[in-house]
């Protein structure tokens, strides 16, 4: 078993003029205790159960720059970046760097995005539920093309790039692992078997049969594959 450290809360007493300092700190000691990932949210607001809106929240991907200077061994990632809050060729880019420049530690953790309120409030995108995961899969699909050894075209019906280049290229190969928030069973969960090595279920009494459903996704897409594989 491994263990991650969640940093999801960024006021600390000291205030802003120390967050570096205090930031560093947490994560060092967590890295030096043998916590195997740091992990921050990809909300530009804090959220309910947490604190305030108005209590301090980084941006997620500069932290990561942040903490990957800080740290040697940890893995690094959004839990998880919100779907519509970046481009996807960007957000390729973006985890790519934090790979390259962390020497191989980047994962991409990505959800539909949930927050409304802070979208609205940043004037961020934020479309109706179907459409967001609509978005999801075929950011998933772009991240996973600029990531393999093709720089084609990519046409979708949210997203259209002319050359998916992406260079330098992760370190992590074939590509820095996926994980996909969220436990719906019949969109979400498809999504981790066909794109993912990892998703996130809250626990509860229902974690069992999600992760019942989840093997079946599973097993539809290696049948799929399989079938495809055939001569």
């Given at each position: 078993m491994e263990i991650g450290l969640h940093v999801a809360d960024f006021t600390y007493p000291s205030g802003p003029a120390a967050l570096a300092d205090d930031l560093t700190r947490i994560v060092t000691t967590a890295e030096e205790a043998g916590f195997?990932?740091?992990?921050?949210?990809?909300?530009?607001?804090?959220?309910?159960?947490?604190?305030?809106?108005?209590?301090?929240?980084?941006?997620?991907?500069?932290?990561?720059?942040?903490?990957?200077?800080?740290?040697?061994?940890?893995?690094l990632l959004a839990w998880v970046t919100a779907v519509t809050y970046r481009e996807p060729g960007m957000l390729a880019k973006l985890v790519t760097t934090l790979d390259v420049l962390s020497k191989g530690r980047a994962w991409l953790g990505i959800g539909a995005a949930w927050n409304g309120d802070e979208a609205a409030g940043l004037g961020l995108p934020f479309p109706p539920t179907a459409e967001r995961f609509e978005r999801l899969e075929e950011t998933l699909q772009i991240c996973l093309q600029m990531w393999s050894d093709s720089d084609a075209p990519y046409k979708g019906s949210h997203y259209e790039l002319a050359r998916t280049l992406n260079?330098?290229?992760?370190?992590?190969?074939?590509?820095?692992?996926?994980l996909i928030g969220g436990g719906g069973e019949k969109k979400t969960l498809r999504l981790v078997a066909r794109y993912a090595q990892a998703c996130n279920l809250f626990g509860g009494p229902d974690v069992a049969r999600k992760l019942d459903v989840l093997r079946g996704h599973c097993e539809a897409v290696a049948g799929r594959t399989t079938r495809s594989r055939r001569p």
């Open positions: 195997a990932r740091v992990s921050v949210m990809d909300h530009v607001w804090q959220i309910g159960g947490l604190g305030p809106a108005e209590h301090e929240m980084l941006e997620a991907y500069t932290t990561l720059g942040y903490i990957a200077a800080r740290t040697e061994r940890v893995q260079s330098p290229q992760a370190l992590r190969r074939p590509h820095p692992p996926i």
